[in-house]
């Protein structure tokens, strides 16, 4: 998912860039008539098939679960929403799991609206949670009782936990950016973009602590560029955006934490360490090992094996990675066009929304180059497999 910083200073005054797009993007208006339309919605393989399309929500999440569709979509990217919904026949995005829940508005509570929700998940529990950083426009504080973790029943629309994130572990400028679980406990992961770090969530306790608190790790360079369709984003012209720790996941059996920036590269830690609130920060950041030379990356996800799935920005891509360092390019076309937060099923589908990021206005001088509709993906992984031998290129994680 992503979400950009502000430059600062950390504490040993190492100066370092990133983008307060956020906030830009909030202060445009949007309309469907200031978006270039594209005729390019129909995939040319037959592995590929487009679910939705939508006007009005710029989704950047999916959780498809009991023969249901959940899409999410943050307040920062200017549209109407709703911030959660789910696809009903028809193909519309109805609020889930009410009206109210999405109906939040300047100077209301956050604990029981989705202030600005940046990503949703499908918990080993078989629950849809939902990532609220509770801060409307990034770049400004967060709201009193806005970050916060909300645990509903994908069924029948119930809200079973609102799990706040409180100013032990969420700092004014935190933007909470995505979620993974631990599946041998009750712990989860949280990557926070806006002060770089990772928030573990105990979510039977509700106890919570912060670690990797700006290590290198978390950190975006502007040696490392992100790269979209073949293009260097910039956020304003002749610089560079950079994204810090954003992505994440962990490995099958529980005992590694992966994560990166979005152009990488990615690092890995025991999560035996950062599990225990009292290992002390040295040797967690002692602990840190390189993982993956990944590319800029829009969003990833995990199978069961350890393959990693990943949407690769610079080329409209998806590969996937073995736990061994290969890459094979799975599918390439051009409107899979900053594919973000892809989620696989049992089924063997791979859905991946398109959000088109670096269309939007703030890297345009103020003029959106995003083409309606927004479309939802999914790719059946199976016949992509059957016909790799129409896609030749294999890599290996270095190139």
């Keep these: 998912m992503l979400t950009i910083g502000n430059q600062k200073k950390d504490k040993n005054n190492r100066l370092w860039t990133a983008v307060a797009v956020m906030a830009a993007m909030t202060a445009v208006s949007f309309s469907p008539a200031s978006f270039a339309t594209t005729s390019h919605v129909k995939p040319d393989h037959d592995a590929v098939r487009i679910v939705a399309k939508s006007d009005t929500m710029d989704w950047n999440g999916v959780v498809v679960t009991q023969g249901r569709i959940f899409v999410s979509g943050p307040r920062w990217a200017g549209f109407p929403g709703p911030a959660v919904g789910i696809i009903n026949d028809e193909g519309d995005v109805i609020p889930f799991p009410d009206k109210t829940w999405n109906g939040w508005k300047t100077g209301m509570d956050g604990a029981h609206y989705f202030v600005c929700v940046n990503a949703i998940h499908l918990g080993p529990d078989g629950a849809l949670w939902v990532v609220d950083p509770g801060a409307p426009v990034f770049g400004q504080p967060v709201i009193p009782n806005g970050p916060k973790l909300v645990k509903i029943d994908p069924k029948t629309g119930d809200v079973q936990q609102v799990l706040l994130l409180g100013p032990d572990v969420i700092h004014p ?64 012209p002749g610089h560079p955006a950079v ?25 890995k830690v025991p999560t035996a360490l950062i599990d225990d609130p009292s290992t002390p920060a040295k040797k967690i950041a002692a602990a840190v090992r390189p993982w993956a030379n990944l590319p800029p990356v829009g969003g990833t996800c995990m199978d069961k094996e350890g393959n990693l799935y990943y949407t690769s920005l610079k080329d409209n891509s998806i590969y996937r990675r073995s736990p061994s360092g290969k890459t094979v390019k799975l599918f390439s076309d051009p409107m899979l066009h900053w594919g973000d937060a892809p989620v696989i099923t049992d089924d063997g589908h791979l859905w991946v929304p398109v959000p088109q990021i670096d269309r939007l206005p703030k890297f345009h001088q103020g003029r959106s180059l995003s083409r309606l509709p927004f479309i939802l993906m999914s790719l059946d992984l199976r016949k992509l497999g059957k016909n790799l031998s129409s896609q030749p290129k294999v890599e290996t994680e270095d190139n």
């Design 173 to 236: 400028n935190s933007y909470i950016n995505d979620i993974r679980f631990n599946p041998t406990n009750n712990l989860a992961y949280l990557t926070d973009t806006g002060s770089e770090g990772v928030v573990v969530f105990n979510t039977s306790t509700g106890q919570a602590w912060r670690v990797l608190e700006g290590h290198p790790s978390t950190l975006a360079s502007l040696s490392r560029p992100i790269i979209a369709d073949g293009k260097r984003l910039e956020d304003r």
């Design 243 to 267: 994204v810090p720790i954003d992505p994440l996941e962990v490995s099958p059996d529980g005992k590694w934490l992966y994560y990166g920036p979005v152009a990488g590269p990615w690092s």
